[in-house]
């Protein structure tokens, strides 16, 4: 029942049976015992109270406790006895500790019974009065020196509390030393101002619980309300104990789990071989001495689940290794918020497996199961606390991730730098070209003094028709190649809605599809279009063929020509290649004057890049922003600033390690870091201003070592960004300023009051924080917020386990060659007997820490 801890469980406080005056069975006598049971395990009552006016029958109670421990129902002795104050006498419940009111064969209720009436006749009536005031009850049966609470039944009603208590008598009645400590109860109480005017009398509020007060088999479980307790074992101690804490253990109904959390974990081969460890899905503590292998449990969760070690991690790693062993498997049974199961895992040295409740391999990381993980080890607390920027996004848990465009933004922006250092190259390339044209046009002109150039007219026309056409054939090849790279990519339009079939809106996806369809005949005619140009590229070649042959049947002719020129120094076949060549260069000036006038595009491309990579990271920073905001609403203690490409320092620093060598001083960095946001508006006013706002900060010298170091790591830089600033106050302090603990105490009770995680697993926070931060803020804390997230703590600290109430305490022992983990709860005893033992160093320690305490007082 208690396998996972404490649990919520029905409880009715008010039962009564055959054996009470007013219950009605008219089934057979033998059958009592089953049917009332059955009819108990049919309310969902788990834990009962027998209470029959003014009597109690230890056969009948001992009869139906057995029968009903069979169905897993726990049933306490008591009685509904009427005090003799009031009109009509009070209704009270006891509820009395059966291994001391029957110890040793003994029946002290009934004792106490035959007191309470004596020379009164007819006791069982549920009016007859006892003999009793509410003082005697307490002084009766305090002086037996047995375990007892009481409940005041149907508080609101005749014969209840308020009904009968007037005037001054429940004040004198609150007054009175035991009240408080054994009054635990209410039930049935419906009237507000009641409970007013019990609070102000009293001074405390006990619990508000339910009983069905039955008067047949059918009463049993009915009403309008119901009694839940939070227990983690059935006996006597854990119930009073949870009427005792009912703010945290006693509940109208079972609450809803909303959030994911990890069920159990098992182990294959290695330390834990054949143990599964069932976790509640609220506060989980790992006790154990020092080594003990406390830290193994919670490092291999972190592995299964993926989660990187912060400090420590080659030891962390070699841990986890020596904890699974050659070929160990580990799995962690999860639930998500949704209530939906999932295998999580992972043989050592291999990847994650995913598993859903069908058996299926959902390939995905096991961090998406759940809404967020919070993972620190040992000395991570402290470490976390030291890094703002790190720290915040570990606190929104990775919710906002890289814009999804900022890549391309970068890489355009990468390509136009490659573009436009291609294009500051023209205007030297223009020089050597137009250079070459001047020798060329110079060459010739000796041919055309000397009367030859007329004479190879003909000859050097071919050759220069044959180069024009050449240049023609290789732009319609450009184009080409473009128009197949786009069309390649875009060839289909109508298989996007592939697979896809709308549920409420069939017609519109028709005429989508009749539209896409359209399309496709459209890129079809594209094709078509593709290849008839191919076609004439293929006639293109043909005709420079038929060109070249003509020219080739021209041979005899150009070269009877040469023959008769009779100049000596004249290279006649170098006349026809410098034609040629000197067409050439012109195609070329052509071609580079194209380039060049494209200048101003590529630099409009540059800063539409530059703004988009702004605009997204300016969206980031307002999610961050936003979430800062709504942290800051949610607590008092923390208060998280955020300022868009703040960290000036940060860049300062960068600037420095990428620029190192240029001579530049550190007054020019921080004037450099001054003048400029980022790395992109630095290469912007090198790449498209020639530098004016850098040659305005360094020297000349300093410049052109600058402008090496950019032109080698453009790309690099592009990519980086200058982080924004976070600065987190503590207390209205900067966290940075505050001492280690103190930041590792802010960082923890931030987390813990936020409602954005699903799990937190921490090594040992005690480590980090010392015990007054434990007892005043991370308790209260952790009992606030163990109902929405699951915690699992390793910890020395017996604060953790006992004062937050944990749910599962796991105890943690480490022998030779295996490590046990026994598997308890803060209601079991063999548990209480641990805690003492690891934590409090023996009951012994932990007596004379009483003692001495108490005398200090």
Known sequence: MFETGLQYVRADFHLHTCKDKEFIYSGEQNSFINDYVSALKEANINIGVITNHNKFDREEYKAIRKAAKKQDIFILPGVELTVKEGANGIHTLIVFDPDEWFENGNNHIQTFLTAAFATIPNPENRNTKSIYDLKNVFEQLDAYGRDYFILFAHVDQNSGLFSECKGGLLESLAGFAPFRNRVLGLQKSRTRDNLTQFERCCGYLPALVEGSDPKSITDIGKGDKCTYLKIGEYSYAAIKFALQDYRDRVSENIPDSKHGFI????????????????????????????????????????????????????YKDSLVKNVFGSGGKATLNVIDKHGKRYAV?????????????????????????????????????????????????????????????????????????????????IPQQMAEVTTLQTELEHKLSIFKEKGVSDKLKKQSGYATDITKLDAVKNRMDVILRDIRNAFSKNSVVSNVLDGYSSDFNKDIFEDVSAVLSLI?????????????IEKQRSGMEDIISRLKERTDNLADEFAEIKR???????????????????????????????????????????????????????????????ETERINQSQTELRIEITFKGDREGFKSQLKNDFKGTGISDIKYQAICNAFTDYMEIIEDWIVYEGNKLKSIVTPGEYVKLEDKLRDQYEELLSRQVENKVDIYYHEKLLRQHSIGQRASALILFILTQDDNDIIIIDQPEDDLDNKVIYDEVITAIGQKKPYMQFIFATHNANIPVLGDSERVLIVEFHETKIDVAQGNIDLGSTHKQIVDIMEGGKEAFDKRQLIYTSWQ
């Open 263 to 314: 069920e159990s974990i098992s182990f294959q081969g290695g330390k834990f071989d054949g143990q599964t460890i069932m976790f509640s899905r609220e506060l989980n503590t790992l006790i154990g001495i020092r080594g003990s292998g406390k830290s193994s449990v919670l490092e291999v969760v972190r592995y299964v689940l993926g989660l990187t070690a912060q400090m420590d991690k080659e």
């Open 345 to 425: 895992s992972r043989i050592f040295g291999e990847r994650i497996n995913v598993l859903d409740e069908n058996g299926n391999d959902l390939n995905i990381n096991p961090i998406s199961l759940f809404d967020g993980v919070q993972y620190f080890g040992q000395k991570d607390l402290s470490s976390s606390a030291d890094h703002e920027n790190g720290l915040l996004e570990k606190l929104i848990s990775g919710r906002i991730g890289q814009p999804s465009n900022l890549d391309s933004c970068v890489n355009e922006l990468i390509r136009t730098v490659e573009r436009l250092l291609d294009v500051s190259k």
């Open 520 to 532: 496709d005949v459209q890129l079809i005619q594209i094709s078509a279009c593709i290849a008839e």
């Open 564 to 626: 008769e020129i009779k100049d000596e120094t004249l290279d006649v076949d170098s006349f026809v290649k410098m034609t040629s060549e000197l067409q050439k260069t012109k195609e070329k000036l052509k071609q580079l004057s194209e380039e060049a006038s494209s200048k101003s595009k590529i630099e409009a491309s540059f800063t539409k890049a530059a703004r988009e990579r702004n605009d997204a990271l300016l969206m980031t920073y307002n999610a961050y922003k936003a």
